[in-house]
């Protein structure tokens, strides 16, 4: 089975200007959550989706946006970015809620 | 609100040593506790959870972590570290009931002297 997918893997963006990642779940299953990761700050929870609802939002400003498809694939977009918006951003993928999380390889961002 | 501390940002132990890394959480109610361990340029992987029943979870790779209420932690041991230890280590911390999103805390990263 494959695991979590997130492209692209590198991605470099000067300020001012917007990006959409994507994020492709283990088949079967049907929650998102995404998470930015930077050296300060840790992990940090954005949001999460299941069944192309957003059930969860972290406290991030609203150019950090996302959706789900019905296939359950998963995209999050900022706009306007931010030199702060530099980081790893790590997209999981569950069954359901409370159930363990697959970690994709990530999103490395650089804005410039 | 939940929150995860973890004590030490950096520990170095010596190949074949005791490696002990500590997490205290903060609840107000029943919590979920987790440990996931990054290594370079991956992604998190989940070692060990602890959701309800027996204290002393094992995991995978050789570790175990014991839930302590009364201390609030759930410390990550393995009795002898191997090189392919050297990572970083995340606890995380979510509610019994309902749905919401693990805390993290801020990583503990591991290096192993050979």
């Known amino acids: 089975k494959a695991g979590v997918t997130q492209t692209p893997r590198y991605l470099i963006k000067t300020r001012g200007q917007q990006v959409t990642l994507s994020c492709s779940p283990i088949?079967?299953?049907?929650?998102v959550s995404w998470y930015q990761q930077t050296p300060g700050q840790g992990l940090q929870f954005l949001f999460e989706?299941?069944?192309?609802?957003?059930?969860n939002k972290g406290n991030f400003p609203g150019r950090f946006s996302g959706r789900q498809f019905s296939n359950s694939r998963s995209e999050m977009n900022v706009s306007t970015l931010e030199l702060g918006d530099s980081a790893l951003y790590l997209c999981?993928?569950?069954?359901?809620?409370?159930?363990?999380?697959?970690f994709g390889s990530g999103t490395q961002l650089s804005v410039l | 609100a939940q929150s995860v501390t973890q004590l030490g940002s950096h520990v170095s132990v010596s190949e074949g040593a005791l490696v002990l890394l500590r997490c205290n959480y903060s609840?107000?109610?029943?919590?979920?506790l987790f440990w996931y361990v990054q290594y370079p340029n991956q992604g998190l992987q989940l070692l060990l959870k602890?959701?309800?029943?027996?204290?002393l979870v094992k995991g995978i790779n050789g570790f175990e972590a014991e839930f302590k209420k009364s201390e609030t932690s759930f410390h990550l041991t393995k009795p002898s570290a191997h090189m392919s230890d050297a990572a970083e280590y995340f606890c995380?911390?979510?509610?019994?009931?309902?749905?919401?999103?693990?805390?993290f805390g801020k990583g503990t990263r591991l290096s192993v002297i050979a």
């Open positions: 999981a993928s569950s069954l359901s809620e409370n159930e363990k999380l697959f």
């Open positions: 088949s079967g299953h049907r929650s």
């Open positions: 989706y299941f069944s192309e609802t957003q059930r």
């Open positions: 609840s107000s109610v029943p919590p979920y």
């Open positions: 602890y959701t309800t029943g027996a204290t």
């Open positions: 995380a911390v979510s509610r019994a009931s309902g749905n919401t999103p693990l805390v």
